[in-house]
């Protein structure tokens, strides 16, 4: 269940009430001053299903975005709302997806130390180091806010989801390289180390790729709206850190064909990684209109 809390003046207040009240899937609307002769506030309990026709309702009723909230409840004691459908808040969505659309400095930070994990891990060829560097690495909330923006038919989104996996993933590699340029340099390389496969689904695009990264996509949407994704985070990186530690490593090197091998890899995975996200937004975004007439 969510709670809707709308301010403004007490006139607009209660033409703001009446519209709400009259929306289907909502209830225990109500209307109080806030202490001040000019100011109102319109309270509502809205079914998830309901909630962007009401938020488009406020929009339409001329009340700024500032004014308006939408909070999320938890029920405590007997439900009275396991009957009751579930959806996805599309403006809840939106501004999901907006906010992991950035690339704050945390994000870039945890993303270059994945890079010098996922690094150690194939000099060392150590698949307890590669599965810490994908429990670190973020990488899970740039895609899934590019697949919001593919969905919603928003661009810009697109572009800065996008950009910001570049970015995270480009601190990897570029971590990576300055570990194995490093490493090789002061001589510190595991005695008779040469740089080979350190996963062939990881250095060559194949089917397992293709399908993996797919798969990760659909489950890694899923995971985001249901704010299980540090849960699957870890899926969804197996697709993207091992190929960027290997590139990483591959050029810090001079290994410039097997670097070429782990980029394609590293291309191929994110745009599966989307089409398989965007696909599974999309259809529950169709089913939610085919449904809506029917309420």
């Not at 709302?81 to 994000?107: D, I």
């Not at 797919?214 to 985070?233: D, K, N």
């Not at 899926?235 to 070429?260: E, M, Q, R, W």
Request: glycine letters at 10%; proline letters at 4%; a positive charge.
């Amino acid at each position: 269940m969510l709670q809707l809390r709308v301010y403004g003046q007490a006139s607009a207040m209660a033409a703001v009430a009446e519209r709400i009240a009259a929306l289907p899937g909502t209830r225990h609307v109500g209307l109080a001053g806030l202490g001040d002769a000019a100011g109102a506030s319109v309270t509502a309990d809205v079914r998830a299903d309901a909630a962007d026709e009401a938020l488009a309702t406020l929009e339409r009723l001329g009340v700024p975005a500032d004014d308006v909230a939408l909070v999320r409840l938890e029920t405590i004691g007997p439900s009275t709302t396991a009957n009751e459908p579930t959806a996805l808040v599309w403006a809840e969505v939106l501004g999901r997806a907006r906010a992991q659309a950035r690339a704050p400095v945390r994000y870039l930070v945890l993303m270059a130390v994945a890079g010098v994990i996922g690094s150690l891990a194939v000099v060392n060829d150590s698949p307890t180091l590669i599965v810490g560097a994908m429990a670190i690495s973020p990488d899970l909330y740039p895609v899934t806010a590019a697949c919001a923006g593919v969905v919603l038919r928003r661009g810009r989104l697109l572009r800065r989801g996008l950009g910001s996996l570049a970015l995270g993933l480009g601190a990897s590699c570029v971590l990576a390289i300055a570990v194995a340029k490093g490493l090789n340099v002061f001589g510190a390389l595991p005695a008779g180390f040469t740089l080979h496969e350190f996963s062939a689904a990881q250095t060559h695009v194949n089917a397992t790729t293709i399908l993996v990264a797919l798969a990760a996509g659909v489950g890694g949407m899923l995971a985001v709206e249901t704010r299980a994704g540090s849960a699957i985070g870890v899926a969804i990186s197996v697709t993207t850190i091992p190929a960027a530690a290997f590139f990483g490593v591959a050029i810090g090197l001079g290994k410039f064909s097997s670097s070429l091998s782990a980029l394609a890899v590293l291309g191929a995975n994110v745009a599966m990684m989307v089409i398989g996200g965007s696909t599974a937004l999309a259809v529950q975004r169709k089913t939610a209109s085919r449904r809506a007439p029917a309420e």
